[in-house]
């Protein structure tokens, strides 16, 4: 019996963490891929925009200018980002639910302590010493009700130790002092009480249910994680190629209003000499005029796109208020990109963060409908006790008497609990079924999004290559139509419109190479995004906020 009940101890108090199936790999949650898109030597297009503003323009913003690679601003981003910061405390706030699960599982130590005074009446038959009130009629045995007091001093030091299979251990030794007049008497009980549902509420799966709800949660709170820091370091990369095209346009429209300003001293030239009309000279000024608007449009556009990478990086020294200027140092990459859109959208199947928040919500429902359906059983437990009988005359003879096991009990019982309709666990039942189904259905929809998503950022980055190559073109056509009519102005054939016209036309050509060559980039970025990874090789490992100590 001894022996049975000591392993029926070492297996219950056993505190083995549950074993989890591992759906969900911990490198998959804290470290992001990167992705290299395969390059090919595709008629590239030479892109050769001027990297030094002309010196002629009359408005300038005289400020001190940092260079930043995209490394540089992926790293500030990172150390530095507010959205970051709130987001990383959310994975240690999940971990200490798991803490908060296994802790029921912890002894605990009980003392029980109580003291009681009493005064029972008894009936006895009446004699010459007692002093009790008499009762009873006349002519009838009479007898008297004595007191019989008592001072009970009790205490119950034990451990209580719930076990992994749903039962509890509970180790008592109760002692009683009892003073009725003259000696005192003691009485201690060695107690061993052990209880064991078997049919709800019993096993480690069920009793375990709570500990890997909370890991579901905490994976689930990593995969929100690292779905932001995916989010941050892809709006900072298009950002970055925002503010790239932002500086070389504004280039542009500096050529452009050297251009016009070129043209007005040709055309005052040309009227000097009495080969042009004076309203030559007029629309050679009109064209200098907007051509400054442009520049101050575009530097306009300069500075709010350096505010919006100035915002998401949070830099202390480079705050958004500053007027420090930010000159991308990170020069586009121009290789034509080849990608296998099938297996883009498996590696998005993979790696998407959504994807496994789904996957881990799956799984989380599917113990929840476990758990459920355990419920529905009836409660039936058993429980045994085991006491050891202590008395005498000293708390020692009592203890003495207890650690010699002459006086043995044990009790076995039977606990049956059978609920009337149980509607409650089966409405419970009901809706973990109906949110698992729920769950795969968002699955399948979010599949589909990916997958679309995927497709369309690679048949976006085909166009933006193809128009790379066609505003090449337009701008090799342009510069050949401007030189073509700028001889045929000073020869008197063209008048100064047609000279600004074709200004304008290639600036507009300029332009849309400068655009497509920046959503060719920022099309490799949301590839990148829609497949869970980083565009580059760098990858990227996050840890999440240290708990703070007590």
């Not at 009940?5 to 891929?33: D, F, K, N, W």
């Not at 892109?47 to 690679?69: C, D, G, M, V």
């Not at 005074?117 to 006349?138: C, E, F, R, S």
């Not at 994680?225 to 709006?235: N, R």
Request: charged fraction near 20%.
């Amino acid at each position: 019996m001894n022996k049975s009940l000591l392993i029926l101890i070492a297996l219950g108090v056993c505190s083995c963490r549950p074993t989890e199936q591992p759906i969900v790999t911990q490198a998959q949650l804290r470290q992001i891929p990167a992705v290299t898109l395969p390059e090919m030597p595709r008629k590239s297009p030479v892109f050769h925009l001027p990297t030094s503003a002309p010196s002629t323009l009359p408005t300038t913003r005289p400020a001190a200018e940092i260079n930043l690679t995209l490394s540089d601003a992926r790293e500030m981003a990172l150390e530095n980002n507010l959205d970051l910061k709130i987001e990383l405390f959310n994975p240690s706030i999940a971990r200490e639910g798991i803490t908060e699960q296994e802790s029921r599982f912890e002894a605990a130590f009980t003392t029980d302590a109580s003291y009681s005074k009493t005064d029972q009446p008894t009936l006895q038959q009446k004699n010459a010493t007692t002093q009790a009130v008499i009762v009873g009629t006349p002519g009838t045995p009479q007898t008297i009700i004595a007191g019989n007091k008592a001072e009970v001093t009790s205490v119950s030091p034990g451990f209580q130790i719930p076990l992994h299979t749903g039962g509890t251990i509970n180790l008592s030794l109760p002692t009683d002092r009892i003073y009725s007049g003259g000696s005192p008497t003691y009485n201690s009980q060695a107690l061993l009480n052990i209880s064991q549902p078997l049919l709800r509420n019993a096993g480690s799966d069920v009793n375990e249910h709570g500990i890997r709800i909370a890991n579901y949660q905490y994976k689930e709170a990593q995969a929100r994680t690292k779905l932001l820091i995916i989010q941050t370091l892809a709006d900072v990369e298009r950002i970055y190629w925002r503010l790239y095209a932002a500086r070389q346009a504004l280039v542009v429209r500096k050529q452009e209003y050297d251009l016009a300003v070129a043209q007005f001293n040709r055309a005052k030239h040309q009227h000097d000499a009495g080969v042009v009309a004076e309203v030559d000279v007029v629309r050679g000024e009109s064209g200098v005029a907007d051509a400054v608007e442009n520049v101050i449009i575009a530097d306009n556009d300069v500075i709010q796109r350096e505010r919006d990478l100035k915002r998401i990086l949070n830099n202390p020294d480079l705050d958004v208020t500053t007027k420090t200027i930010v000159v991308p140092a990170t020069e586009p990459r121009t290789l034509y990109t080849k990608v296998d859109r099938a297996t883009l959208a498996d590696k998005g199947m993979r790696e998407r963060m959504e994807m496994i928040e789904l996957q881990l919500q799956i799984a989380e429902q599917i113990d929840n409908v476990s758990f459920a359906r355990n419920q529905l059983l009836p409660l039936l437990a058993l429980s045994y006790t085991y006491g050891i009988n202590g008395l005498g005359n000293s708390l020692d003879d009592a203890l003495t008497m207890v650690r010699q096991k002459d006086f043995e009990n044990h009790t076995v019982s039977l606990h049956l609990e059978i609920p009337i309709g149980n509607e409650a666990a089966k409405s419970r039942l009901r809706v973990s079924l109906l949110q698992r189904q729920q769950t795969l259905a968002s699955r399948e929809q979010r599949a589909q999004l990916i997958r679309q998503e995927i497709y369309n950022a690679a048949d976006t980055l085909d166009t933006d290559w193809q128009r790379i190559i066609a505003a090449r073109q337009r701008v090799v056509t342009a510069a050949r139509t401007l030189e073509a009519e700028t001889r045929s102005f000073i020869n008197g054939i063209r008048t100064s419109n047609d000279v600004l016209d074709a200004q304008t036309r290639l600036a507009d050509a300029k332009l849309s190479e400068i655009s497509a060559l920046s959503d060719y980039q920022i099309s490799q970025v949301d590839i990148a995004y829609a497949t869970g990874t980083l565009l580059g090789e760098s990858k990227v490992r996050w840890t999440p906020a240290p708990v703070p100590k007590n």
